[in-house]
Nanobody, 117 residues
Framework: VQLQASGGGLVQAGGSLRLSCVAS??????????MDWYRQAPGKQRELVAS???????NYSDAVKGRFTISRDNAKNTVNLQMNNLKPEDTAVYYC??????????WGQGTLVTVSS
C-alpha cells in the first residue's frame, strides 16, 4: 500500500489543522488495515499519536487526548487527524502508517506541522 499525507502547515497556538492520508491499496482493501498517525519532532524519537483499528476503535497518546481526533473513511481510502487547540510542542513531521495483520507496516512520506507561540 502507498500512503500520501497532506494538510500540514503553519498555525498559531490554539488553532486547528486537519491532516489527511490517502491510501492506494492495490490488491487489498483499505478497510483491512489498522491505521496510525505518528509524529517526530526535531531531535526526538518518532512517537505514536493516534490509532484507529479496522473496526474503528481509537486510541490516543496522553499528549493529544481530548484535542486530536482520528477518523477513517473506508469508501475514500482515507484516514484523517483533526487537531484542535494546537500547542507549540505539537510541532513535528506527522506520518501516517498502515498496518496489515500486525506484521506488515507501510509509511507515508510525512507532512510538517508548525505551531507558533
Amino acid at each position: 500500500v502507498q500512503l500520501q499525507a497532506s494538510g500540514g502547515g503553519l498555525v498559531q497556538a490554539g488553532g486547528s489543522l486537519r491532516l489527511s492520508c490517502v491510501a492506494s491499496a492495490s490488491g487489498r482493501t483499505f478497510s483491512g488495515y489498522d491505521m496510525d498517525w505518528y509524529r517526530q519532532a526535531p531531535g526526538k524519537q518518532r512517537e505514536l499519536v493516534a490509532s484507529i483499528s479496522r473496526s474503528s476503535s481509537t486510541n490516543y497518546s496522553d499528549a493529544v487526548k481530548g484535542r486530536f481526533t482520528i477518523s477513517r473513511d473506508n469508501a475514500k481510502n482515507t484516514v484523517n487527524l483533526q487537531m484542535n487547540n494546537l500547542k507549540p510542542e505539537d510541532t513535528a513531521v506527522y506520518y501516517c502508517r498502515a498496518v496489515r495483520l500486525g506484521v506488515r507496516f507501510y509509511w507515508g512520506q510525512g507532512t510538517l506541522v508548525t505551531v507558533s507561540s
